[in-house]
């Protein structure tokens, strides 16, 4: 009697005798995998507690549950969000802005005022103000010569002389320098003391002197500054003080009259010499005296002014005496600095002059 068959187990095919020849695996013959249980050994132990059974969940279900959000953290979530998008807006704006105006540091423009040799043009202005106001019909291509020096070429050295008379310029000092806008022209106001002579039978000579003012056109070129033209005479008259001129302050009576001793006693010293004031000036002030040029007459008036407990104002006019008969009046500005002696004496000391 043969043996049961094993259910599933393919049949042998006529003529064979022998069993059947394995056929692929179920799952190849069906398409699907059986399932395989894992198994996983308890950190416990075989006596561990079983842990919590799962429900099952209904089809369509999620797998998590959800809780209802607070109201604070709907407002925060909300706020933060918020903040976030304002400062992108923000900084969109700023950066479009600046695209369109971009913030540039200011730099420093130099124009050709800022640039214009001031120093240079004082000192051609000065030699060629000499030069023009200096002639001698006796030796007249002399003044051709020097006025050639600062006088742009191709110009008329004569500069407006008719080469008669003569006149020397002594000194000359330099004063404002305007500057055109364009920046390469100017006029320097130059003020020169001039000697005039007269004919006196066949000798020349010397009358009376006086200041003229001279406006001195120059212009400036890629090697040097040069005269441009000849130059006009300015007025120089007497002008009024300005109203706005500091005050000298509240006068200090009292101290007034407790110096005054000793204030003729400074200005005594200081027309004699350094060793006299260095006696009555004040600890670390250095006096330099007029090295008995002229002589104190009398110190016509004295005033010292409010102030600190330590250093105050105060003016001095001065009589002084000169060569001879001479005698010349002075107004000065000076510094008091009060000291204390080691016996707790106190004074007050000139510190500075001016």
């Not at 599933?8 to 399932?35: F, I, K, N, Y």
């Not at 249980?37 to 919590?52: K, M, N, V």
């Not at 004699?272 to 000036?281: G, H, L, M, P």
């Given at each position: ?13 006529p003529?064979?005798t ?25 950190p416990?132990g075989a ?9 099952v ?23 933060f ?22 913030n540039?540091t ?9 640039s ?23 030796t ?6 020097q ?52 004919l006196k ?17 120059v ?21 009024p ?22 204030a ?5 010293a ?13 600890p ?17 008036d ?37 000291t ?11 510190a500075?002059?001016?």
């Amino acid at each position: 009697m043969a043996p049961p068959r094993r259910p599933g187990a393919p049949q042998p095919g006529p003529g064979q005798t022998g069993p059947a020849p394995a056929g692929p695996p179920p799952e190849q013959r069906t398409g699907q995998r059986p399932p395989e249980r894992l198994r996983q050994r308890s950190p416990h132990g075989a006596h561990a507690a079983p842990g919590p059974v799962r429900e099952v969940l209904e089809p369509g279900q999620a797998p998590w549950s959800t809780e209802p959000e607070s109201s604070f953290s709907t407002w925060a979530r909300r706020f933060f969000r918020g903040l976030v998008v304002a400062v992108l807006l923000l900084a969109a704006i700023s950066g479009i802005r600046s695209w369109i105006s971009p913030n540039r540091t200011p730099e420093t423009v130099v124009t050709g005022q800022n640039s214009f040799p001031a120093d240079e043009s004082r000192a051609i202005a000065t030699r060629y103000a000499i030069s023009y106001l200096t002639w001698d019909e006796q030796t007249p291509d002399a003044r051709a010569a020097q006025v050639r020096l600062d006088l742009a070429a191709g110009l008329d050295t004569r500069a407006g002389w008719n080469g008669r008379g003569k006149q020397a310029a002594m000194i000359a000092y330099p004063g404002e320098v305007k500057i055109d806008p364009g920046g390469v022209a100017a006029v320097v106001d130059v003020r020169v003391r001039v000697q005039t002579y007269f004919l006196k039978g066949r000798v020349w000579t010397p009358g009376a002197s006086s200041w003229q003012r001279l406006s001195v056109p120059v212009a400036r070129t890629a090697a040097r500054v040069v005269a441009s033209g000849a130059p006009t005479f300015v007025p120089d008259g007497p002008a009024p003080l300005p109203e706005n001129l500091p005050e000298s302050g509240v006068p200090d009576d009292d101290l007034t009259a407790a110096t005054l001793k000793d204030a003729e006693a400074f200005f005594s010293a200081y027309a004699e010499s350094d060793n006299k004031v260095a006696a009555v000036t004040a600890p670390g002030a250095t006096i330099r005296s007029l090295g008995g040029a002229v002589k104190l007459e009398k110190l016509k008036d004295w005033q010292v002014y409010t102030g600190n407990d330590d250093e105050r104002r105060a003016t001095a006019a001065v009589t002084w005496d000169g060569a001879g008969d001479t005698a010349l009046d002075q107004t000065y500005t000076l510094t008091l600095r009060r000291t204390v002696a080691t016996d707790g004496a106190q004074r007050w000391q000139v510190a500075a002059v001016g």
